[in-house]
C-alpha cells in the first residue's frame, strides 16, 4: 500500500539498526588510478519539508544538507581521469529517519553500478511490490489480456448465473459516467446484452432467480497480515472473483471505504435491473450456455491505474490472475510459486523472492533492492513489454504517490519532474525506485529501502537521498 496517512499513526517495530554498508563492491572502470575521492561528511538542517495535505507526517528528526559533497584532489604527476566520480551522498544516507538503510543505482546508459549498499539483502518491499506483479502479469498475460465478467443460463428458464471472473474493476455506475478505473465495463451493459441475448434465444419466461458464481478465486479473501482498517480507509477489499468497483462505497473516490460483502453488493447492483428477481451464490451448471459478457480494460492501460496511485486491489486481481494462468492455484498463497514462475524470463535470479501477497501490503514479502533495480534497468530499456510500466509510474511532485503534497518539498523540489518511480509505504517500510534524469543529463535507475524502526518522516529522507542522487548523475560516487 501507500498511504496518505493510516500507518503514520502505527507503532514502529524496534529493529537491530542500520545494516553492514558494504562499500567495496562494483568499483567502477571510469574511475582511474592517481584521483583519490572524498566524500567530505556534513550535517546541516533543511528547512521547509512542508507536511501540508493529508499525509503529514509527524515532526521530522533533523534533515542533512540535500547537497550532495563534490570533493576532488589529483596526486601530482598521475594522469588526468577520463571520468571521475566525486559526488558523494553518504552524509545524507546517514539519516536516521532512514532506519535500515539499503539502495543500489545504476547508470541506466551504461549498466554500471554507480552506488550500493546492502543491496542483495531480501527486505520487506511495501507497494514496490507492485512492480514485480506488473512484471509477472506482462509476462504471463501480456498487454492486451482482459479479465472478463460473464452471464450463463441457470438451471431453470427463469434463472440466470453472473460469474466473476475477478474483473474487480466492473463498475455499477450507469455507462457514460466513469469510475475510478478509465475504460471499466458496466454492468448495465452486461444486463442490456443478457436481456438481448434471452430474447434472440426465444426465452420469454422473465429473470426470477439470479445465482452469484465467484469460484474463479477460491481461499481467503483477506490475508492475517493485512490490517483490517485499510477497508475503513479505502486501501484494499476483500479479494473475491466477483465484484463491482473494487467494491467502494463510492464508485468515483479512490480512497472510499470498503464494504464487507463485495460479492453480495455486485449481486444486488446486477439484480436491480432485473425487478423481482432473487439473489444467492451458488456455481453455474456445468452444461451453461453463456448468454453475454463484458471485459476489462486491457492489462496495457490497468498497470498505469496500479501503479500511480497505488491500487492494493488491483494489484491482488493481476497477482490472482496470474497464478490461475500458470496452473499454480487461485488463492493468495499460489502466488508463492506463481510469481518466480512468472519472472524467470527476465533473467534475473528469482530463488530469493519471497511472496506473500501481490500488493505489498505483507511485511512478509522481502526482495533485494538489487532485484528492482536490475528490473528497472530492463524497464527503462523498454525490454520485453515493460515498457509499459515505465510509461505507468508517479512523477516526483507531480502525480500519485509522488505527487503527494509531502513528497519533494523544500531543497527536494529540484528533483521534482525529473524522478519517475513507484513508491511504497507500510509501518515497517518506506521505499522509492525508479528512474532519474538526472541534472548532468545522464539517466539512473535506483532502488531505495528505509525498513525497521521507521515513520512516516522517512518519506523525506528517502527524497533526500534521492535527490542527491539527480544532482551528482554520473559523478555519483561509491563512497
Known amino acids: 500500500m501507500d498511504q496518505l496517512r493510516p500507518e503514520d499513526s502505527r507503532p514502529a517495530p524496534e529493529n537491530t539498526g542500520p545494516g553492514w ?155 457514460g459516467q466513469e469510475p475510478v478505473y478509465t475504460g471499466a465495463a458496466h454492468l448495465d451493459d452486461l444486463a442490456a446484452k443478457v436481456r438481448a441475448a434471452r430474447s434472440a434465444a426465444g426465452i420469454t419466461a422473465p429473470v ?107 494489484a491482488e486481481m493481476l497477482g490472482r490472475q496470474v497464478a490461475i494462468a500458470l496452473g499454480e492455484g487461485n488463492t493468495l498463497a499460489s502466488l508463492r510459486t506463481a510469481f518466480p514462475k512468472a519472472l524467470a524470463g527476465y533473467g534475473l535470479d528469482t530463488s530469493a523472492l519471497t511472496v506473500i501477497d501481490a500488493s505489498g501490503m505483507s511485511p512478509g514479502n522481502a526482495v533485494a533492492p538489487s532485484y528492482l533495480a536490475s528490473l528497472y534497468l530492463q524497464i527503462n530499456q523498454r525490454a520485453q513489454n515493460l515498457g509499459f510500466i515505465r510509461d505507468g509510474l508517479a512523477v516526483a511532485g507531480q502525480s500519485g504517490t509522488l505527487g503527494y503534497s509531502n513528497r519533494f518539498t523544500g531543497p527536494n523540489a529540484v528533483a521534482r519532474g525529473h524522478i519517475t518511480g513507484k513508491t511504497g509505504s507500510i509501518t515497517q517500510a518506506y521505499t522509492l525506485g525508479g528512474v532519474i534524469d538526472a541534472a548532468d543529463g545522464s539517466t539512473l535507475v535506483f532502488m531505495i529501502y528505509a525498513t525497521g524502526r521507521v515513520s512516516a518522516s522517512a518519506r523525506q529522507g528517502i527524497d533526500t537521498v534521492a535527490t542527491g542522487m539527480y544532482r551528482c548523475g554520473n559523478s555519483l560516487a561509491n563512497n
Not at 124 to 147: C, E, F, H, N, Q
Open 21 to 175: 554498508v558494504s562499500r567495496h563492491r562494483g568499483l567502477l572502470t571510469g574511475v582511474l588510478a592517481g584521483v583519490l575521492a572524498l566524500g567530505v561528511l556534513t550535517a546541516g538542517a533543511i528547512t521547509g519539508s512542508a507536511t501540508a495535505g493529508p499525509a503529514a507526517p509527524a515532526a521530522p528528526a533533523p534533515e542533512p544538507s540535500a547537497e550532495p559533497i563534490i570533493a576532488e584532489r589529483t596526486v601530482p604527476g598521475s594522469p588526468i581521469p577520463a571520468f571521475a566520480r566525486t559526488c558523494s551522498i553518504e552524509s545524507l544516507t546517514q539519516d536516521p529517519r532512514l532506519g535500515t538503510f539499503q539502495a543500489q543505482v545504476y547508470n541506466a546508459t551504461t549498466g554500471e553500478v554507480l552506488f550500493e549498499r546492502d543491496p542483495d539483502v531480501p527486505a520487506a518491499t511495501a507497494s514496490s511490490m507492485k512492480i514485480l506483479t506488473a512484471a509477472a502479469a506482462l509476462s504471463v498475460l501480456g498487454p492486451d489480456y482482459r479479465a472478463s465478467t460473464r452471464v450463463v443460463t441457470g438451471d431453470s428458464p427463469g434463472t440466470i448465473v453472473l460469474v466473476g471472473g475477478g474483473d474487480l474493476t466492473l463498475t455499477r455506475l450507469p455507462t
Open 208 to 314: 426470477t432467480r439470479i445465482i452469484l458464481d465467484s469460484g474463479y478465486f477460491s481461499g481467503p479473501t483477506w490475508d492475517a497480515s493485512w490490517p483490517a482498517t485499510e477497508r475503513r480507509d479505502g486501501w484494499l477489499s476483500h479479494i473475491t472473483a466477483l465484484q463491482v468497483d473494487a467494491d467502494r462505497n463510492d464508485p468515483k473516490v479512490f480512497l472510499s471505504p470498503r464494504g464487507e460483502d463485495p460479492i453480495g453488493r455486485a449481486g444486488s447492483a446486477f439484480a436491480s435491473y432485473f425487478p423481482g428477481a432473487s439473489v444467492q451464490q451458488g456455481s453455474a451448471p456445468a452444461a451453461a450456455t453463456e448468454l453475454a459478457s463484458v471485459s476489462s480494460a486491457p492489462l496495457s492501460a490497468l498497470i498505469p491505474l496500479m501503479l500511480i496511485p497505488s491500487d492494493n486491489t488491483l
